[in-house]
């Protein structure tokens, strides 16, 4: 076998899942996690939350989406960010008497926090705190946002400073999402959309370094396709700071499953076991189905599914 990077890990991980093994089941039997067999301890507050994108399928009206949702037990709705300020009671009637809650909002903001120009960066942050507060309004898990894009010019280079800027800038809005009953969350994308912030590992220091409740994190599972090693690493990586999670096909990033084989995320669920993660985990994700619901609830499936088998 070649030991290069991946080979590496793997032979890792199953050395170090071997000591696991021994030291879940040493004490006794009965005390054994249920990942005993591939050397994980799961942790049995760990969840399966689906949530779908407002847009993820075809609808008359809200209600009728959430009708249908409710149908797969679809737990989480989540939602953007631009004007959503306008949006907070609408939803929330939307939402009583129902088993689904508002899970993250995803951007909408204007500007992006790591311009150069220092309107830019004021823009940003004056329009994150809008929906901020809406977001907390919604007993929303929190908002997403990325540093920047490539196509957002001029931006500050990937340096310690920068960073430093960036931890700085986050823990006074992290403060702010805290005061207000939700958090920011660092979304890493891959290096096609985002030169800054493409691993979950490094978004998860970002969050250790600032030490604030309000400051946490999300993994995609698109983006990690194209930057991680390792689904289950990832994850684990982040920890606690894990706030959120993304899901798509792992080929054209569609609704999971439209890839057919190629849509295995039983490696990512254990390692959402393993750290406890009970949020969401939320479709972001085109279709081509001709069918858009029916591929969404087959979906549903397959992820309960792989839950199952992780």
Wanted: include cysteine.
């Amino acid at each position: 076998m070649t030991l290069d990077r991946r080979n590496f890990l793997k032979a890792s991980a199953i050395t170090l899942g071997g000591a696991a093994v021994s030291a879940c089941c040493g004490a006794k039997k009965d005390d054994c996690c249920a990942g005993k067999t591939t050397g994980i301890a799961f942790k049995p507050e760990a969840e399966l939350k689906l949530s779908f994108q407002e847009w993820t399928i075809n609808g008359d009206s809200l209600k009728d989406k959430l009708d249908f949702m409710e149908t797969l037990g679809v737990a989480g709705l989540e939602v953007g960010g631009d004007g959503l300020g306008g949006r907070v009671d609408e939803l929330n009637n939307a939402l009583k008497d129902r088993n689904i809650k508002i899970s993250a909002i995803c951007a909408g903001f204007k500007g992006f926090m790591l311009a150069e120009d220092e309107a830019v960066r004021n823009q940003c942050r004056d329009t994150m705190r809008e929906i901020i507060v809406a977001a907390g309004k919604l007993g929303s898990t929190g908002v997403i946002i990325v540093p920047a894009f490539n196509s957002q010019k001029p931006c500050k280079p990937h340096t310690q400073e920068t960073r430093d800027f960036l931890c700085e800038w986050f823990n006074e809005l992290g403060t702010f999402a805290h005061n207000n009953g939700t958090t920011v969350i660092f979304e890493p994308l891959n290096r096609g959309e985002a030169f800054y912030l493409r691993q979950v590992a490094d978004a998860a220091s970002i969050c250790r370094d600032i030490n604030n409740p309000g400051v946490r994190c999300m993994g995609d599972f698109w983006h990690m396709t194209h930057e991680e090693t390792s689904d289950m690493g990832a994850f684990i990586s982040a920890g606690e700071y894990l706030q959120h999670v993304h899901v798509a096909s792992r080929k054209r990033r569609l609704i999971p499953g439209e890839d057919g084989e190629a849509d295995n995320y039983v490696d990512g669920f254990k390692g959402l076991k393993t750290i406890g993660f009970n949020k969401y985990v939320s479709f972001e994700c085109g279709s081509q189905a001709e069918d858009k619901n029916a591929s969404a609830a087959a979906a549903v499936e397959l992820l309960r599914k792989q839950w199952a088998e992780a």
